[in-house]
């Protein structure tokens, strides 16, 4: 990729562009951008071997951002009538350590949190793990990938031993005989990955889709499985169960790669078909086709999103699929295997280095003697000083204001008053904090809510790594320079350190200075970088983890010879499958289902700014079958309200025959009246601290055309 580039900045020798990753999704699309800053313009990199030059409408248009007239140009300090006046840098980073000493004084070290978020760098997500446990003492940190991924994260580790998305490249895609995409709406969410799909199918594969909506990724199916939200456990548990009865198994694999298999053969013999079609919705014929497709592949590929992971059980969902693909013996063999599809640009690496509650740096965990001892050392304090876990992002946000709660918070990279289930409620729980600083480009709707608002520089002014959906390690590169004014991060949380009197422990004047120091933090643990180096980024396609050693080429495919369990081998795990946390009833009748659309990323604050994204989704809108749109006198563009437990939201009706009759999506890109949020259902996996994003139940009605120009 980067051969023509001069790798110490990142320019073509004959041309004024920088090659970089986009500020988006987990695919990190390699891009060229080209100057000056008021004239960016953008281009898809064809020699970066993820996208090929692809992009999405997000990637191209990623530099309106740059230049936005709303973008955060000083610190602000909400003064006493509520409204936010400019104050300058050595103000508020005073007015920041005064009250984040008052409030630990006051409460006690734990009295502060901080949240993080997976479009933060490597850099700057190890950054604020040790920023908290050092700098501020607290063991209060983790970060909204709790919303995102954390269920195939505990499902991975728990099935393999380890938690790496894709354990693969994602060119191993076209190798399988069959992929099962399961809760992806690919299409939308990472067009350019759908390359390896249709390249899939040219070769005479098949691709399988499970979603309850006919999404214009399930459109391009095979096999497309239209389930009841919320019963993939059974689903999937219902295909095994055909597998086995038809003796479609890869034996010598289940002898001699994985163990409990006889636990869950056992288990699945109550998932028989009829039983499977009453829970799901999906007919016999189809399970049984499906099963065969799987079945006598020579190799298949099951990947899981949001869909099936976002859920009381997604864990369990998850544990269930990853049961198929041992039955068949694919983790581990060429053109098959199990992964997640990973979401945020930085959604891998960012759950790897520290900023989630239970964590230290190389994906460790922060009760492990021998981490601690280690990680003390790198930082240079005593073992005794680290922090022990802390809450989960949900749990943290609850605790605000709270006896024996938080009552200070620094957020740095997610807008929860949109994102966070229950929006309604958390946005009262976050002004329940008695201090708030939020780090932010533009002023969110959780910005807002603070005391303090820091602005930060973006993508393209600033060095980094991110790490891909496949665990590829890639470099962000600065294409201008910061504007007057305006910090990274890391410099911010250094400036910060150094007013707390923690300065000695946060002096780094570049980012390769902080890689460099969490590679070597991550040296022995299971997300090992410490071979990797901005140069060896560099010189390869990025850099696959675990790379334990300069030497070391980086490792595209896992769990080839074992697993990195005690055992060596794969875990089954037997999973009942369970009813949603709410399932539909009298007074709410239908099942929500919520997530995303093409032109829109997450909470918004950075694309509802784009133009060019607004022209193509400026509104959210509310799916909803024909014949339910009937029942209810609701015609296809008008307004109608949804009501669940929560509270409403009123949206334009999008009339399709592509949803099930018992259920209505809603995209979550939106805050205000026509935020989804305010409708979800913050139930957790008690694993993963998942909420329940994808099910619950809800009820709809005609609203006048005024409520929708309240918005
Ligand atoms: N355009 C765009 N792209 C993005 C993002 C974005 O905000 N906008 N965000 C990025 C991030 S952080 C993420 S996590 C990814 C998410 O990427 P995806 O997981 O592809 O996105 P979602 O739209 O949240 O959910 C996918 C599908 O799950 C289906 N679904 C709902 N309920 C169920 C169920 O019970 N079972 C199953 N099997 N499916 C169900 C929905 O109908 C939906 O089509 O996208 C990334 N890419
Ligand atoms: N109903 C519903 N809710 C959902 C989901 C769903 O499917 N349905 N999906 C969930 C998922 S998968 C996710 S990942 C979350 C995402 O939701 P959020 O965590 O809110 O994600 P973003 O909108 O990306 O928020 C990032 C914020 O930080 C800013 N930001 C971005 N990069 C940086 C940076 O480098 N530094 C700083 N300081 N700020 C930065 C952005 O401007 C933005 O305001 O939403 C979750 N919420
Ligand atoms: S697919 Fe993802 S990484 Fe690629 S351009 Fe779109 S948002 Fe950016
Ligand atoms: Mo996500």
Known sequence: MQNSVDPQVGW?????????????????????????????????????????????????????????????????RRAADGTF????????????????????????????????????????????????????????????????????????????????????????????????????????????????????????????????????????????????????????????HILIREGWLDYQYIQQRTTDFERVKANVALYWPER???????????????????????????????????????????????????????????????????????????????????????????TDPIARRHIAGVWGVAEEMLPGPGRSAYEMLEALGRPDGIYALLIMGTNLAVSAPNALHIQERLRAAEFMVVVDFFLSETARLADVVLPATQWAEEEGTITNLEGRVLRRRRAFPAPQGIYTDSEILCMLAATMGKGDYFSYTEASQIFDELARASAGGPADYAGISYEKIDEQDGVFWPCPSTEHPGMPRLFQERFPTPSGRARFHAITHQASAEEPDATYPLYLTTGRVLAQYQSGTQTRRVEQLNASA?????????????????????????????????????????????????????????????????????ESRMPEFKVCAVRIERANASSIMEV
């Open 12 to 76: 073509a020798p004959d041309q004024h562009k920088v090659a970089t990753h986009c500020p988006y999704c987990a695919l990190q699309c390699g891009m060229y951008i080209s100057g000056p800053r008021e004239e960016a313009t953008i281009g898809g990199n064809p020699r970066f071997p993820v996208n090929n030059g692809r992009m999405c409408i997000k990637g191209w248009h990623a530099a309106a951002t740059l230049q936005h007239p709303e973008r955060l140009r000083t610190p602000l």
């Open 85 to 240: 006046e400019p104050i300058s840098w050595k103000e508020a980073l005073a007015t920041i350590a005064d009250n984040f000493r008052r409030v630990q004084t006051h409460y006690g070290k734990d009295a502060l949190g901080v949240l993080g978020g997976g479009s933060l760098t490597n850099e700057k997500a190890y950054l604020l793990g040790k920023f908290a446990r050092v700098a501020l003492g607290t063991s209060q940190i983790d970060y909204n990938g709790r919303f995102c991924m954390s269920s195939a994260a505990t499902a991975g580790q728990a099935a393999f031993g380890l938690d790496r998305g894709l354990p693969f490249p994602v060119s191993d895609i076209p190798q399988a005989d069959v992929v099962m995409l399961v809760g992806s709406n690919a299409a939308e969410t990472m067009p350019p990955l759908m390359q390896y799909f249709e390249s899939q199918r040219r070769q005479g594969g098949y691709l399988i889709v499970v979603d309850p909506r006919a999404s214009i990724t399930a459109q391009t199916a095979t096999v497309y499985l239209r389930l009841t939200p919320g019963t993939d456990a059974a689903l999937a548990n219902g295909i095994l």
């Open 276 to 366: 499977v079609e009453r829970i799901t919705g999906i007919a016999e014929a189809q399970l049984f086709q499906v099963a065969r497709m799987l079945g006598e592949a020579r190799s298949a590929i099951i990947l899981t999103a949001r869909g099936a992971e976002q859920q009381h059980q997604g864990v369990h969902n998850v544990l269930s699929y990853i049961n198929i693909a041992l039955a068949l013996g694919l983790v581990g063999r060429s053109g098959s295997g199990y992964g997640c599809l990973t979401g945020q640009g930085n959604g891998q690496g960012g759950r790897e280095h520290g900023q989630k509650a239970d964590q230290l740096p190389g994906y460790r965990h922060i």
């Open 618 to 686: 400026s509104q959210p809108w509310l799916e909803v079958h024909p014949t339910t749109a009937g029942t209810y006198g609701i015609t296809d563009g008008e307004p109608v309200q949804a009501t669940t437990r929560r509270g409403s939201a009123v949206f334009r009706a999008k009339v399709t025959g592509a949803i099930r009759e018992d259920t209505i999506f809603v995209p979550f890109h939106w805050g205000g009246q026509q935020s989804a949020n305010r409708l979800t259902n913050p139930a957790l996996d008690p």
